[in-house]
C-alpha cells in the first residue's frame, strides 16, 4: 500500500488487467484520478465520453471510464462508497482565487497532477477533467450544483480494472470544500494481474 500525502499527488504506470484500489484510510478524502494510454499519452480519460456512454453521470461500480478515443481505459469493479464526480476539473490556483477569494498560494490538485505526471512528458495542458474519487457533487433540479463532504469511511475503497497500460495520476484532494473542510491522505495499491 502506497500513501499520498494529504494536498499532494502521486503517478505511477499500470499493466493491462492490473488492478487498482483507492482509499482514505480517515475517511471525507477525495482523491483526483486522471489516466493516459502509457502508449501514447494523447489517449487520456474522458469525462464527455464515459458519461455519454455510460448513460449516466454518476459512475460507479459496473462503469466503465472511456478515453477521448471511445475506448476503455478502466472498469470499476468495486465502489464500496458509490459516490464519485466526473463534472467538475481539478482544483486549481485559479480554482481558490476565483471560487474562494484566496490570493496567497495554495495547493491544487491540477499543481500535484501535472508536476507528478511531468516524468511521463506530460504537461500542464494535457491534463483533463479527473475523474474524482469519492467527492460528493449533488444537484437540484434546476441544475445548480453543491459540493458536499464526501461520504466515504475508512473501509471504504474503490476497485479499478485496467483496460490498457496506462499511466495514472492521484491526488490526495486540497479543496476544503471537497473534503468537509480538512485535509487527509489517500492510499493505493497496485494488484498485478499475476497476483
Known amino acids: 500500500m502506497e500513501t499520498i500525502a ?14 487498482l484500489k483507492v482509499t482514505a484510510p480517515k475517511g471525507e478524502q477525495v482523491s483526483d484520478m486522471v489516466l493516459f494510454n502509457k502508449n501514447d499519452i494523447r489517449e487520456k480519460i474522458s469525462s464527455g465520453k464515459t458519461l455519454d456512454f455510460e448513460e449516466s453521470i454518476l459512475i460507479s461500480k459496473g462503469n466503465f471510464l472511456w478515453s477521448n478515443r471511445s475506448r476503455k481505459m478502466m472498469e470499476i469493479l468495486e465502489d464500496t462508497n458509490g459516490r464519485n464526480d466526473f463534472l467538475l476539473a481539478p482544483c486549481s490556483p485559479e480554482t481558490f482565487e476565483i471560487m474562494y477569494n484566496n490570493k ?3 495547493p491544487s490538485c491540477f499543481e500535484n497532477l501535472y508536476t507528478n505526471l511531468a516524468k511521463y512528458d506530460i504537461t500542464p495542458d494535457d491534463i483533463p477533467t479527473a475523474f474524482n474519487i469519492f467527492m460528493n457533487v449533488q444537484f437540484d433540479t434546476d441544475g445548480k450544483i453543491s459540493v458536499d463532504p464526501p461520504l466515504n469511511s475508512g473501509q471504504d475503497y474503490i476497485l479499478f480494472e485496467a483496460k490498457m497500460d496506462l499511466i495514472v495520476g492521484l491526488t490526495a484532494c486540497s479543496a476544503e470544500d471537497s473534503n468537509g473542510g480538512t485535509f487527509k491522505e489517500i492510499e493505493f495499491e497496485v494488484l498485478t494481474s499475476n497476483q
Open 6 to 19: 494529504k494536498q499532494s499527488g502521486a503517478s505511477l504506470t499500470i499493466k493491462k488487467g492490473d488492478r
Open 104 to 106: 496567497e498560494y495554495h
